[in-house]
């Protein structure tokens, strides 16, 4: 997901995002131990990556509003 598509969604929507993905990479995780291999293995990377841009927006989104 864009900088700018994060950028326009709610805090709520951000931590539903953010939530969503923590349970993704704990699938492919959790898949990983289990067979001890992905069938698709870049997306553990790209799905850690999503989120820290998530988590990223949401900080900035919650001190901004607690500035105003």
């Keep these: 997901m864009k900088k700018n598509k ?5 805090v709520e929507e951000l931590q539903a995002l953010a939530k969503d993905l923590d349970k993704q990479i704990f ?20 799905k850690r990556r999503e989120k820290a841009r998530v988590l990223t927006t949401l900080t900035l989104k919650t001190k901004k509003g607690a500035v105003a």
């Design 27 to 46: 699938d492919l995780r959790n898949e990983l131990s289990i067979n001890r291999k992905l069938e698709k293995p870049h997306l553990l990377k790209s």
């Design 6 to 10: 994060l950028g326009s969604q709610s």
